[in-house]
């Protein structure tokens, strides 16, 4: 088993920054890939970032590419997520996630299937 705990949310202006973190504890050995999701209310849960861990290569999607930055720590088992010139469309719970089985093309890492353990979310409200 492995547990993932979020920190780092908050309330913020728009224009504002925040960095996300998340600490994975237990069975970590085998991680392929960390990645962040978000969910605004009403809406369904969306990728933000990704990044394999080994090679760190990321992935990010377009609504936040260029403003959102995915880095990860292999020695404390900890992805981070800083989140700069945020907008209120990014007002969401935002989920670390972690996948531990590796797929031959990166990209998959986009994809919620791809993950076996989620962290509780993070709330993150920008306000205009």
């Known amino acids: 088993q492995v547990q993932l705990v979020e920190s780092g949310g908050g309330l913020v202006q728009a224009g504002g920054s925040l960095s996300l973190s998340c600490a994975a504890a237990?069975?970590?050995?085998?991680?392929?890939?960390m990645g962040w999701f978000r969910r605004a209310p009403g809406k369904e849960r969306e990728f933000v970032a990704c990044a394999t861990w080994s090679a760190g290569n990321t992935y990010y999607a377009d609504s936040v590419k260029g403003r959102f930055t995915i880095s990860r720590d292999s020695t404390k088992s900890t992805v981070y997520l800083q989140t700069n010139s945020l907008k209120p469309e990014d007002t969401a719970v935002y989920y670390c996630a972690s996948a531990h089985v590796r797929y031959s093309t990166d990209s998959l890492y986009v994809n919620e299937w791809a993950y076996d353990y989620w962290g509780q979310g993070t709330q993150v409200t920008v306000s205009s």
């Open positions: 237990g069975r970590t050995f085998g991680t392929a890939a």
